[in-house]
């Protein structure tokens, strides 16, 4: 492979990569906008929903690496599992903002916080003690379609990952921007208590986000067993962390930036470990984490704002 196509290659797994780190880096995205709380049960919102999307597959009868189903059949059991992944984490969500976060609401300090690092250990150890230790083969229906770019590869797998993670970012960015409760929750993401007194109905605002965000998560988690094609209870954690470096990178709060920080996180961490090495991936993207946070807290995309009282 020439070194361009070798390039090309690079980008292509990138936009793969950076794809999953988005829909994941949203979910953060969401939740501190509105409550300026860092949910780091996110990560395993994740790791749960490639379980699920693995589970109704399935009960589909899908296994291993055999295509079974082809056209409108194959795109059907696809299509439920995603909905069903992604319902079944949005709720995962709710609950977690109802019933561990809701209580906490007021109480000042990293209390919350602190919490969602409790439930992310629960889920984690939910998986390990019910599931099992070694990693899990993900079905991968999907037919072994390729065309050939300027020397680089491109399959079916990636195309769908692409396709599918755009028309959701772009769903989200629609419904934030122009339906009402969107704009309740730009609302309350500027000024809760404001946005109280308009009427706002604040805790179905943080509901949405939570359900949205986890429901996000879900669709990555997905994703990522179909391009990786296996699962373990351990995929939270990379994922997660790569994801919220996404979150602040393009600027936490913001929803453009999650999007194009996932990208970038993405390319960075494919081109690193083709051109230098795979081992030095994490120390080049945690370091961007580290300069980002020093030099501008806010992101690219966002913008410093007085904490919330």
């Known amino acids: 492979m020439t070194p361009s196509a070798l390039f090309l290659q690079q980008v292509i797994n990138g936009l793969s990569l950076g794809a999953m780190y988005s829909l994941l880096a949203l979910g953060f995205t969401l939740v501190y906008g509105i409550l300026e709380l860092i949910n780091f049960s996110h990560f395993n919102v994740f790791m749960v929903g490639s379980f699920i999307a693995m589970w ?15 056209g409108w059949p194959l795109l059907g059991v696809l299509g439920a599992a995603l909905l069903i992944t992604m319902l079944a984490t949005g709720l995962l969500g709710v609950g977690i903002e109802r019933f561990s976060l809701r209580p906490l609401r007021n109480v000042p300090g990293p209390v919350a916080m602190i919490t969602t690092i409790g439930i992310s250990y629960i889920l984690f150890n939910v998986i390990l003690l019910t599931v099992g230790a070694e990693t899990k083969n993900f079905p991968n229906p999907l037919p072994m379609v390729k065309w050939h770019v300027g020397g680089a590869v491109v399959e079916l797998r990636e195309v769908l990952i692409w396709a599918i993670s755009l028309v959701l970012m772009l769903l989200l960015q629609f419904f934030v921007q122009r339906s009402r409760l969107g ?12 946005a109280r007194m308009m009427g706002v109905e604040v805790d179905r605002v943080v ?36 994801a919220f470096t996404a979150a602040v990178l393009g600027g ?44 501008r807290p806010a992101g690219l995309f966002g913008r410093l704002a007085p904490t919330k009282s």
């Open 56 to 70: 109704v597959l399935q009960f589909f009868g899908l296994s291993g690496q055999q295509v079974i189903l082809t």
């Open 252 to 295: 936490i709060g913001s929803v453009p930036g999650a999007m194009v920080g996932g990208v970038m996180i993405g390319l960075i961490e494919s081109l690193s470990g083709q051109y230098i090495a795979v081992r030095w991936s994490d120390v080049i993207i945690f370091s961007i984490l580290v300069l980002i946070l020093v030099f």
């Open 183 to 194: 704009k309740a929750m730009r609302a309350t993401a500027q000024d809760p208590e404001a």
């Open 207 to 242: 509901i949405t986000a939570f359900f949205l965000g986890s429901a996000l998560a879900g669709a990555g988690g997905m994703f990522f067993g179909l391009y990786y094609n296996f699962t373990s209870f351990l995929i939270g954690y990379t994922a997660g962390l790569r």
